[in-house]
């Protein structure tokens, strides 16, 4: 079956504008989870939906990110006036529940590179 | 703040060894969960391990927890080519399946 899709996989930006990041679940996981890679930082958890509501958005970095998620399906992931520190790869993630209940799946991830 | 360590980090190792990777961790929660990522990709759901004492296995991977010591460890038996990767280790933080802490990854070479 369809695993968890997310777009696109590379996006090349210049400083100071916004990006939009997409994540497309598997059909039916009511959990959605965002991280972050990076070379310096490792891997970070952003955020985490339950539904469309978001009980967990303490990793967002800054005021400047934010996400939502709508129909308790599709997830985007926003980033205004990007900074270069922002480069990394973005994963998203989604189970049926939260673990350790159900297992996390994840996407292949977009690239962001700002410039 | 809660912190997450892997000993070692990078691991070069021929095939049909045995080693170790280690992960500790700096508060008293008892969900430890691995991860596998291969170069390029994306990562992989290992093992889920709930409580003290804990041990899964699967092929020539065994995980094993020992929450006193705020320690997991991931045995690798007999290492093949296919074995190489980065392995990470993440904790979750409230116990709510919410919110998880990683560990920086040991990245595993099997040399043939």
């Known amino acids: 079956g369809a695993g968890v899709s997310q777009s696109p996989s590379n996006k090349v930006t210049e400083k100071g504008k916004d990006v939009e990041l997409r994540c497309d679940p598997i059909?039916?996981?009511?959990?959605l989870y965002w991280y972050r890679q990076s070379l310096g930082q490792g891997l970070e958890f952003l955020i985490y939906?339950?539904?469309?509501?978001?009980?967990?958005k303490s990793g967002l970095p800054s005021d400047r990110f934010s996400a939502e998620r709508t129909g308790g399906s599709v997830s985007t992931l926003t980033i205004q006036r990007t900074q270069q520190e922002d480069s990394a790869v973005y994963l998203c993630?989604?189970?049926?529940?939260?673990?350790?209940?159900?297992?996390?799946?994840f996407g292949p991830g977009t690239r962001l590179l700002v410039l | 703040e809660l912190k997450v360590e892997q000993n070692p980090l990078f691991l070069s190792m021929q095939e049909g060894k045995n080693y170790t990777i280690y992960c500790n961790y700096s508060?008293?929660?008892?969900?430890l969960y691995w991860y596998r990522q291969d170069p390029g990709k994306s990562l992989e759901s290992l093992f889920v391990?709930?409580?003290?004492?804990a041990v899964k296995q699967e092929g020539r991977l065994m995980a094993s927890l020992d929450t006193k010591a705020r320690l997991s460890t991931l045995h690798i038996t007999a290492a093949v080519h296919d074995l190489s990767a980065t392995y990470f280790c993440?904790?979750?933080?409230?116990?709510?399946?919410?919110?998880?802490?990683f560990g920086p990854g040991t990245r595993l070479s099997v040399l043939p």
């Open positions: 059909s039916g996981h009511t959990a």
């Open positions: 993440a904790v979750d933080r409230d116990n709510y399946g919410q919110n998880f802490v």
């Open positions: 939906f339950q539904g469309n509501s978001a009980p967990d």
């Open positions: 391990l709930l409580s003290n004492g």
């Open positions: 993630a989604s189970s049926l529940a939260p673990p350790p209940q159900e297992t996390q799946y």
């Open positions: 508060t008293t929660s008892d969900r």
